[in-house]
């Protein structure tokens, strides 16, 4: 299997409010997309693209490996795998989708979903449980009801599909459609999405105290095999 890797990076980062691209926001003097682009790696993807905010396309290609391809994102992160997409090589047959936002994700959870999709899995998650109470509130803030948690489950990525059935999915998805996830996409298009366990340290940067447990996990030695 010929798996390539697409990093989604083209987002502002507008709730981390650091004044530049999230994915350039160093963790331990390193942008983000960098440490999302080594796990890929080092978890034996064989090809990355990333997918960048098109007016700070020669910021990212100073940091980035040689290598790796560099390709303008859209609007919506949907827009913007859609644009990576279109730019895999011939060779994969698999194809991963990662947050760049996801910097301290482990390479064994990469392991895991290449294993998923090299067993014959489709389209594969990494997912964790739900630990808090979940409720359900109206428009006023009043809680309306308890959600069940059993069935719940996060969802983090990376996220693996067999690559035909990502790229018949992104055709058939309206061109204006923004949908959370990849897998959100093969779903609508009738692909069944298989979990495998995720890992709390593939946690997202979102808001600023993100990045200072992440900072804070490297600096207790906590490292991402
Ligand atoms: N138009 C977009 C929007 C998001 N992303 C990427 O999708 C990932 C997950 O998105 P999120 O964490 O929501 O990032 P932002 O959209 O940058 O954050 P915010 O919503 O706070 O602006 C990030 O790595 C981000 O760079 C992208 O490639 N293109
Ligand atoms: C793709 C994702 O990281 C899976 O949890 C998530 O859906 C991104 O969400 P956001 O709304 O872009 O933060």
């Given amino acids: 299997m010929h798996a390539a890797a697409i990093v989604a ?10 004044g530049l691209p999230k994915a350039l926001v160093p963790l331990a003097g390193r942008p983000l997309v960098c440490w999302a682009v080594d796990t890929l790696l080092d978890g034996g993807v064989s090809e990355v693209v990333v997918v960048v ?7 990212f290609e100073a940091v980035l490996p040689r290598g790796v391809a560099v390709v303008d994102g859209g609007a919506s ?18 194809v991963l989708v990662h947050d760049a936002a ?13 294993a998923a999709l090299e067993a014959g899995t ?19 803030g009043l809680v309306t009801d308890a959600v069940p948690r059993a069935p719940l489950r996060r969802v983090q990525t990376p996220q693996g599909f067999d690559r035909a059935s990502l790229v018949a999915a992104y055709a058939a998805l309206d061109p204006g459609a923004d949908l959370t996830d990849d897998a959100a996409v093969v779903r609508r298009a ?3 999405v298989s ?23 490297l600096t207790v030695g906590e490292s991402t095999p």
């Fill in 195 to 217: 979990t495998v366990d995720g890992d709390e340290r593939c946690a997202k940067v979102t808001v600023a105290h993100d990045l200072t447990l992440a900072a804070l996990a």
């Fill in 77 to 94: 992160r949907t827009a913007s795998v859609r644009a990576g997409l279109a730019a895999i090589g011939p060779a994969a047959t698999a």
């Fill in 53 to 59: 905010p098109a007016a700070q396309r020669a910021e």
């Fill in 190 to 192: 009738g692909v069944p």
């Fill in 9 to 18: 990076a083209a987002g502002s980062g507008s709730r981390l409010g650091a």
């Fill in 122 to 140: 489709p389209a594969v998650i990494p997912v964790l449980p739900v630990v808090d109470t979940t409720v359900l509130v109206d428009d006023d």
């Fill in 102 to 114: 996801r910097p301290l994700t482990p390479a064994a959870v990469v392991a895991r979903v290449l």
